[in-house]
């Protein structure tokens, strides 16, 4: 069938007008395609927010559930215990007696805080917590660490020399029956009555131990943790019951400058009787070899053992039975903390003995064994006195010309610094500053020299009491360091780092507010895709603005990993200006360095006979002196911004600036989008974007009310951090007064402290100059002796040759005579007799 050719013509036409429309429609609907996923998108975002609106406080719940157990910080405490650093564990231990006072903890978190404070040194702290466990010893949480904190407490009265205050032990000790008293609780009985000088009962008690370290018929476990140090004690007992001697002869010394070996065995010192009475130490050596038969299961039981043979070969010494005391002294090991002492007093045996060849190996291994040992001097002295009898000159004055060059330049350290003043206080203040190592390097003491101060009388007390005011001074200083930081991270913006368990509550509503605002941004999306470009008025300025935020926005973290970047890109950051800075400090010390090295080099040179111009030497020492000041100036500077990088660290976090400009754009950015929704929905935006507009409303309008129960309850949170800063402010304000009393307290003890520490360091000083001189002195004989040693050779070695030449002239002499007499007898013979003829009278 045909159409007519004007139907044709219509047909056509639709036809082509049809496939226009069809084209036309295909991106359109693309886009409104598009427009709608993101619409969809973005009310399931806001959907699932809403519902997610209880993890908010789940996330608190289960932040609390994930903080320490008290016994996971006791077993944190023991750790750090364990590694030595115990200035962190008695932290970490006294967080669980200030946080947990009601649990079984706390009696273990106050004997470990006591052992730390032990270990460290602190005895009148560690006095403090043994105590504590003693006077609560009726509770049964208490009850098993009775007996040794008592045994603590008498051996920290031992440490402080506060013997009175055994008689509190004594008297908790009264109060314990019989059937309950340890091994522990009868070492420490028998150590207390020994430093009371009660020697009989001081002999009972540690038979005691004897007893009680071994398993009990009644089935009661031994304990031989203290059966060596018994033992050894026992020995001492016997040491000081041990009767007279007759007197033996008179013994003259190879060297006037040989001590008396003391035997130093762990709290107590066997005294020297050489001046007095020789005593029978048979029955205290018997005593002492007792210890050593026992085995050496620990690093403490391996020291006694060795304390043993000390003792053995001190008291075989004072009986003058040098070769038993060599054997002893031979005995002890090479890891032993006792192996220098040991080589010295070695040493004066072979001495004794007469074998200088072995008393100088002793003293060889010695200077081997450790250089700064306390007998280097000394030791190195003996042995050139002993290369020099041995006829090794050479290497004798090569020892003496050391030890003069090592000692003379302390000996002027000291000499100068007894000169610089005669107020007992200054001395205090440098030996404080040394102590601090704020003091010169230049004007600092030698360590050595510092060691035989605190060695000598009343040292160890005296440098204790600059040691603890010192000690003081840095804890106070960190206290108020930390203080500061506090302070600093409750007073700023991130404050709820400070609580980890608010910070996951407010990490979880954050993140949800800001998937909320992501949803906007699909919405958002959208809006580009559905608007007309050619938009005016307010219509264009919001848009514009809206866009402008959208990259910021889509920035905003939600998950953890988000929070996590956003935290380590924060503290990126300070890393590198800490980083800049530790370069900083690199090229300060470098120069520091060099400083050092001109003083050094110029009186080095001074002391080499190199002469310079006074007024050259002044400038230069003017100029080193500036760059000093400058670099102090630097070090000053460099510490300061370390601290502000610190405090800057703590300050990276939720609720920082960064966190703060993000909340201000996704306001701006919902009242945007809220704005530009309502103008499309006017007809503003076009028709595809009245419909969109139309179509999102709803989903704004949730995301709105989702986004203001968040941020209600991002405010409670926040008012519970308040809180929270509010009770930590107060609790910061009073440990801040205590230091602040703490301090008082300290600058009191610490003026009280300058006359009488003071007065003696003086006087120690002196005596380490005495000692210095004596040794410097002692080495320029040994030179002078060294080279009347070799005078005196080259003088034999020449009467020798000279009695040798005499007597092979003489020699000669004689057999020139016997020539001569031989010759005038011929010749007598010849006159009296004719001479003969023939062959044999031609060869004649």
């Not at 406080?57 to 910080?73: C, D, F």
């Not at 009868?186 to 009371?196: D, Q």
């Not at 009680?212 to 476990?221: E, H, I, M, T």
């Not at 020798?800 to 004689?814: C, G, K, S, Y």
Request: proline share 4%; aromatic share 8%; charged share 25%.
């Amino acid at each position: 069938m045909r159409f007519p050719r004007r139907a044709r013509r219509r047909v056509a036409t639709s036809t082509f007008v049809s496939v226009l429309a069809l084209t036309a429609l295909v991106p359109t609907r693309a886009f409104a395609s598009d427009a709608d996923d993101k619409a969809a998108a973005a009310l399931h975002d806001v959907q699932t927010a809403n519902r997610e609106i209880p993890s908010v406080q789940a996330a608190v719940n289960s932040a609390q559930t994930q903080l320490l157990t008290v016994e996971q910080r006791l077993a944190n405490g023991d750790i750090l215990y364990q590694s030595k650093d115990y200035v962190r564990a008695s932290v970490v231990y006294s967080e669980i007696i200030e946080g947990f006072p009601n649990t079984p903890s706390y009696p273990d978190a106050t004997w470990m805080r006591g052992e730390t404070y032990y270990a460290s040194g602190e005895y009148l702290s560690a006095r403090r917590d043994y105590r504590e466990l003693v006077n609560h010893a009726s509770e049964s949480r208490f009850s098993p660490y009775f007996s040794r904190a008592l045994a603590r407490l008498v051996d920290v009265s031992i440490r402080l020399g506060d013997y009175a205050s055994l008689d509190e032990v004594f008297q908790k000790l009264g109060q314990i029956p019989p059937s309950e008293v340890d091994a522990v609780l009868a070492y420490a009985k028998g150590k207390a009555y020994y430093f009371k000088k009660d020697y009989a009962n001081a002999e009972a008690s540690l038979r005691q131990v004897e007893q009680l370290s071994v398993p009990q018929a009644n089935g009661q476990k031994g304990n031989d943790l203290y059966r060596p140090q018994a033992r050894y004690f026992l020995g001492l007992v016997a040491m000081r019951n041990a009767p007279p001697l007759p007197p033996p002869a008179a013994v003259t010394k190879i060297d006037p400058n040989a001590p008396a070996i003391a035997p130093q065995v762990g709290d107590v010192s066997v005294e020297d009787t050489s001046d007095g009475p020789r005593m029978d130490y048979k029955a205290a050596i018997e005593a002492f070899r007792q210890v050593t038969l026992l085995p050496p299961d620990t690093d403490d039981h391996k020291h006694v053992i060795d304390l043993a043979w000390m003792a053995i070969g001190r008291l075989f010494y004072e009986m003058e039975q040098y070769q038993q005391a060599s054997e002893a002294y031979s005995k002890v090991n090479r890891d032993s903390p006792e192996f220098d002492t040991m080589l010295y007093e070695l040493a004066w045996v072979y001495v004794r003995l007469g074998d200088v060849q072995r008393a100088e190996r002793a003293l060889e291994v010695l200077s081997i064994a450790d250089p700064n040992n306390t007998y280097a001097g000394d030791g190195t002295l003996l042995r050139a006195d002993l290369l020099l009898r041995a006829g090794a000159f050479d290497k004798a004055l090569q020892l003496y010309v050391q030890t003069r060059d090592q000692f003379d330049p302390m000996r002027v350290k000291v000499d100068n610094f007894l000169a610089s003043t005669k107020d007992p206080a200054i001395y205090y203040d440098k030996l404080s500053q040394q102590d601090m190592d704020v003091l010169d390097t230049s004007d600092s003491l030698p360590p050595i020299a510092i060691r035989w101060a605190r060695e000598a009388e009343d040292g160890p007390m005296a440098f204790a009491v600059i040691s603890d005011v010192n000690q003081c001074k840095r804890l106070i200083s960190k206290s108020e360091h930390l203080i500061n930081k506090l302070v600093s991270v409750t007073t700023s913006a991130n404050r709820v780092r400070a609580f980890p368990e608010l910070l996951a509550g407010e990490q979880r509503a954050l993140g949800l507010i800001n998937q909320v605002a992501h949803a906007r941004l699909q919405i958002a999306q959208g809006f580009d895709s559905e608007e007309s470009g050619s938009v005016g008025g307010e219509m264009e300025q919001v848009r514009a603005q809206r866009r402008a935020l959208m990259a910021q926005i889509a920035g905003t973290p939600v998950t953890s990993a988000d929070f996590a970047e956003l935290d380590y890109q924060g503290q990126k950051q300070w890393n590198q200006v800490s980083q800049d800075l530790s370069r900083r400090q690199l090229e300060i010390d470098q120069l520091h360095a060099v400083v050092n090295g001109l003083r050094t080099m110029l009186k080095q040179d001074a002391q080499n006979g190199i002469q310079r111009d006074p007024a050259t030497v002044q400038r230069f020492n003017d100029e080193i002196d500036a760059n000093d000041r400058d670099l102090k100036l630097a070090q000053d500077q460099a510490t300061a911004l370390r601290e502000q990088i610190e405090i800057g660290r703590a300050q990276v976090g939720l609720g920082d600036a960064r966190y703060q400009n993000d909340a201000i754009a996704r306001a701006q950015f919902r009242d945007l989008l809220d704005r530009e929704a309502q103008l499309a929905s006017e007809g503003q935006g076009g028709g595809s974007a009245q419909t969109y507009a139309q179509q999102t409303q709803p989903t704004l309008a949730q995301a709105r009310a989702t986004e203001d129960q968040l941020i209600a309850i991002f405010g409670q949170l926040d008012a519970r951090v308040n809180q929270k800063v509010a009770d930590l402010r107060g609790k910061i304000d009073a440990e801040a007064a205590k230091i602040a009393g703490y301090k008082g307290t300290l600058a009191t003890y610490d003026t009280e402290a300058r006359d009488l520490v003071g007065h003696v360091a003086q006087r120690n000083f002196t005596l380490v100059r005495d000692r210095l001189l004596g040794i410097v002195l002692r080495a320029d004989v040994g030179i002078t002796e060294q080279a009347w040693e070799v005078r005196e050779e080259e003088l034999d070695r020449v009467r020798n040759l000279q009695t040798e030449r005499a007597r092979e002239e003489q020699i000669l002499d004689e057999e020139l005579r016997e020539v001569l007499d031989d010759a005038g007898g011929d010749n007598s013979s010849s006159s009296s007799t004719p001479p003969a003829t023939g062959t044999n009278g031609a060869s004649q």
